[in-house]
C-alpha cells in the first residue's frame, strides 16, 4: 500500500494482511452548534487522524470510530467530535 492513509471502520481489510500496530491515535475538534458546515469539520478532524498515522509511520487507521459530547459552557452551546482507531501497518495479502 502506498499513497494515503486507508481510514477503515472494521479492524481487517480484505486482501492486505496487518503488518505492524502502530497504536492509538485520535484528533479532536469543538465545533459551534451554530456551524453549518459539518461535514468540512468531519474531512478536517479525519485529516488529522490521517496525520497522527502517517507520524507514527502507519499507512491505515484501523477500526476507526467518530464520538460527539455535547458541551454547555461560557459562550453557548458546542459538540465535541473526537475520532479514534488503530495505526496500522497494512501490506497485500500473499496470494495462495
Given at each position: 500500500?502506498?499513497?494515503?492513509?486507508?481510514?477503515?471502520?472494521?479492524?481487517?481489510?480484505?486482501?492486505?494482511?496487518?503488518?505492524?500496530?502502530?497504536?492509538?491515535?485520535?484528533?479532536?475538534?469543538?465545533?459551534?452548534?451554530?456551524?453549518?458546515?459539518?461535514?468540512?469539520?468531519?474531512?478536517?478532524?479525519?485529516?488529522?487522524?490521517?496525520?497522527?498515522?502517517?507520524k507514527?509511520?502507519?499507512?491505515?487507521?484501523?477500526?476507526?470510530?467518530?464520538?460527539?459530547?455535547?458541551?454547555?459552557?461560557?459562550?453557548?452551546?458546542?459538540?465535541?467530535?473526537?475520532?479514534?482507531?488503530?495505526?496500522?501497518?497494512?501490506e497485500?495479502?500473499?496470494?495462495?
Open positions: 500500500m502506498t499513497g494515503d492513509v486507508l481510514l477503515l471502520s472494521v479492524e481487517r481489510a480484505e486482501g492486505y494482511r496487518v503488518r505492524e500496530l502502530k497504536g492509538l491515535v485520535y484528533a479532536s475538534r469543538p465545533i459551534s452548534l451554530t456551524v453549518a458546515g459539518l461535514e468540512a469539520e468531519l474531512d478536517a478532524i479525519m485529516e488529522r487522524v490521517k496525520q497522527e498515522a502517517r507514527l509511520g502507519a499507512n491505515a487507521v484501523l477500526g476507526i470510530r467518530i464520538d460527539t459530547r455535547r458541551v454547555v459552557g461560557v459562550g453557548g452551546e458546542w459538540v465535541l467530535l473526537l475520532a479514534y482507531g488503530t495505526a496500522a501497518v497494512l497485500k495479502a500473499e496470494s495462495q
